[in-house]
C-alpha cells in the first residue's frame, strides 16, 4: 500500500489496480544509457583544468569571482562566445598569462548566438550603440550647418560694399530731410533689419546707409579721404561720435542754443536735426521740428495719434526715429509692441 | 544507519559527492524511466528524454535549493521536458479542456480476448486515458506522490488533480473490472 495514498477519498484508494500497475511495471532503461548518464555525472564533477580547459573565471560567479575583473579591464567573455576557453580578464593582472598561452580575442567582437536570454541584450547592444552614435552625429552635424546657413544668410544680406557706396545726390547742398525726397522705400522691413544688423557688426552707424544725401559736415570728409571705404567709415564713425555728443547734451541747452526765428541758423539747426534723426525717416516734416527734441511727450501723442487713425507706417517710422533719438526715453505701453 | 534522504544526496552531488548522484539515479532511474514512457509511449523516444532529464539535472545541480521535495523537483522537469517534446513534435499536449471529454471506451471483446492477462489490459487501458490523467495515475503509482506534489509537478492545484486522478480510477475500473 502506498503510504502517500490520500486514505481520506476511498475513490482515489484502489489497491487492486496498484498491484496490477506493479507486476507490469517491468520497463527499465537500458545499461548503456544508465553508464552514460553516471559517466556524465561524473565528468561533470571534474575541474575544469582536468577536462583541458583554460581556467578562467567563471561568468555566473557572484561574490569575489565576479570582481576579479577590475575596471576599465573588461572581461574577455563579454566579447567572445568562446569565453569558456577564454580567459577572465584582459588585463595586468593576466599579463603574464598573455604571454605564455594563446589568445581567444579578435576584432571585430563576435556576437554571442541567439537563443540564449543572458546573450540577447548583448547582441543588440553593439548595434543599437553604432546607430544612436551615427543619429548623434548626424544630428549634431546638421545642426551647425543649420546655424552656419543662418549666420550666412543674414551676412548675405548686408546692403552694397562701402567701396560701391555712393551718395543718390553728391553735388546736392545739405537740405532738411523734407525737401530732399527720397527714393521710395521698396526695400522690405526685414531687409532694413539686417542690414543694420550687419553694419553694426561692421561699427558703422545704423543710419549711415539710410542717409542718401550726406551732410555738409560729411561731404568734405569724403572728399578727403576720397570715395574709398576707409574714408567713408571714418567720416561715418565721426559724425557718428558727434552725434552721439549731441545726444549726450541736456536738451535745455540745446534748445537755448537754437534761434527762434526761422533764418541761416534755423536751417543749420534743422539739419542738425536730420543729421540726428536717421534720414530716411526725414520725409516726416514733424521729425524736423525742434520741439520733438524738448518735448519727446508730445512726439509720443503724436505718434499714438498716427497709430489710432489708421496711418500704422507712419507710426512705426516716427517711432523708430524717436527711439533713434530718445533711446533711453521710456515708451508707453501702448507703444511698446509697435516694431 | 537510516538512508540519507533524496535531499541531502542531492546536496552531496552539488558539492561534488559523485556517490551521492549514483546513489539518487539508482533510486529514481526506474520510476522515472516508466514515467517518460507512459507519458510518450515510445521507448526510443523516452531513453532520449531520460537522458535529458539526467543532464539537465547535471547541469543545474549548482542552482539546487531545498525548497521542496527532491522527488518533485525531478520529476517538474521530467514534466518540462515531455510537455517540450510534445511542442516540438507539434503533438498536443492534452490541458485540462479535455478532462470533461470522455475517454475511449472499453476494448472491445476480440481485444479482451486476447489480452487475457489483465496485466497487459491495465496497460492497454492506461495508454489510452487522456494524457493529463494518465500522467496523474502513474506519478501517484510510481512516485508515490501525493495530490500536492502532484500538482506541484504539473503546475495545477491539488483539487484538478484530484478530479483527474478520480477520472482515471474511474475508467481503469470500468476496463479491468473483471481482473478487480
Known amino acids: 500500500m502506498n503510504p502517500y495514498l490520500n486514505q481520506s477519498d476511498p475513490n482515489l484508494d484502489e489497491p487492486g489496480l496498484s498491484a496490477l500497475y506493479r507486476q507490469g511495471a517491468t520497463q527499465m532503461p537500458p545499461a548503456e544509457l544508465d553508464r552514460r548518464i553516471l559517466d556524465q555525472a561524473q565528468a561533470a564533477l571534474q575541474p575544469q583544468s582536468e577536462k583541458g580547459v583554460t581556467p578562467g573565471v567563471n561568468p555566473f560567479a557572484r561574490g569575489k569571482a565576479s570582481r576579479r575583473c577590475l575596471p576599465p579591464w573588461p572581461r574577455l567573455w563579454d566579447w567572445t562566445p568562446r569565453w569558456k576557453w577564454s580567459w577572465g580578464c584582459f588585463g595586468i593582472r593576466d599579463w603574464p598569462r598573455r604571454w605564455g598561452r594563446p589568445q581567444y580575442w ?20 553593439i548595434p543599437l550603440s553604432s546607430a544612436a552614435g551615427i543619429l548623434l552625429t548626424v544630428g549634431l552635424v546638421l545642426r551647425v550647418l543649420d546655424e552656419q546657413s543662418a549666420m550666412q544668410g543674414v551676412t548675405g544680406m548686408a546692403p552694397t560694399p562701402l567701396a560701391d557706396y555712393q551718395p543718390s545726390h553728391p553735388s546736392q547742398p545739405s537740405q532738411p530731410s523734407r525737401t530732399s525726397p527720397l527714393p521710395p522705400p521698396a526695400k522690405p522691413e526685414r531687409e532694413v533689419v539686417a542690414k543694420e544688423v550687419s553694419e553694426e557688426a561692421m561699427g558703422l552707424p545704423a543710419a549711415a546707409h539710410l542717409s542718401k544725401a550726406p551732410s555738409p559736415a560729411q561731404t568734405p570728409a569724403m572728399e578727403l579721404t576720397g570715395d574709398g571705404a576707409i574714408g567713408q567709415a571714418k567720416a561715418q564713425a565721426k559724425k557718428r561720435a558727434e552725434n552721439q555728443a549731441q545726444l549726450d547734451d541736456p536738451l535745455d541747452e540745446r534748445r537755448q542754443a537754437m534761434p527762434m526765428a526761422d533764418s541761416a541758423g534755423d536751417r543749420r539747426q534743422k539739419s542738425h536735426i536730420t543729421d540726428v534723426v536717421p534720414q530716411g525717416f526725414g520725409e516726416l516734416p514733424e521729425l524736423t521740428d525742434e520741439s520733438y527734441l524738448a518735448d519727446p511727450e508730445r512726439w509720443i501723442e503724436d505718434i499714438r495719434q498716427s497709430w489710432s487713425s489708421g496711418q500704422r507706417d507712419e507710426a512705426i517710422r516716427q517711432l523708430a526715429a524717436f527711439r533713434h533719438v530718445h533711446p533711453q526715453y521710456p515708451l508707453p505701453e501702448d507703444l511698446a509692441f509697435i516694431h | ?67 521542496a521535495s527532491f522527488k518533485t523537483w525531478l520529476y517538474r522537469l521530467a514534466h518540462n521536458r515531455l510537455v517540450d517534446h510534445y511542442r516540438r513534435g507539434q503533438v498536443p499536449w492534452v490541458d485540462d479542456q479535455d478532462l470533461e471529454v470522455v475517454p475511449d471506451p472499453a476494448p472491445s471483446q476480440d481485444q479482451l480476448a486476447n489480452d487475457a492477462d489483465c496485466v497487459l489490459r491495465l496497460q492497454l487501458a492506461l495508454s489510452r486515458l487522456p494524457a493529463v490523467q494518465r500522467e496523474a495515475f502513474v ?10 506534489a502532484i500538482g506541484a509537478c504539473a503546475g495545477v492545484g491539488r483539487e484538478t488533480i484530484k478530479s483527474r486522478l478520480r477520472y482515471a480510477l474511474k475508467t481503469l475500473r470500468a476496463a479491468l473490472e473483471d481482473c478487480l
Do not use: K
Open chain 1, 106 to 125: 579578435h576584432w571585430p567582437p563576435r556576437l554571442p548566438p541567439m537563443g540564449d536570454g543572458r546573450w540577447t541584450w548583448r547582441r543588440l547592444a
Open chain 2, 139 to 148: 506519478l501517484r503509482e510510481e512516485a508515490g506522490m501525493s495530490l500536492e
Open chain 2, 1 to 67: 544507519m537510516p538512508e540519507p534522504s533524496d535531499e541531502h544526496l542531492m546536496l552531496g552531488y552539488r558539492d561534488g559527492d559523485a556517490e551521492a548522484f549514483a546513489t539518487l539515479y539508482g533510486r529514481h532511474r526506474g520510476p522515472l524511466y516508466r514515467y517518460l514512457l507512459h507519458g510518450c509511449g515510445n521507448s526510443a523516444i523516452a531513453e532520449e528524454l531520460f537522458q535529458d532529464v539526467w543532464t539537465n539535472l547535471i547541469r543545474v545541480r549548482g542552482t539546487y535549493r531545498v525548497e
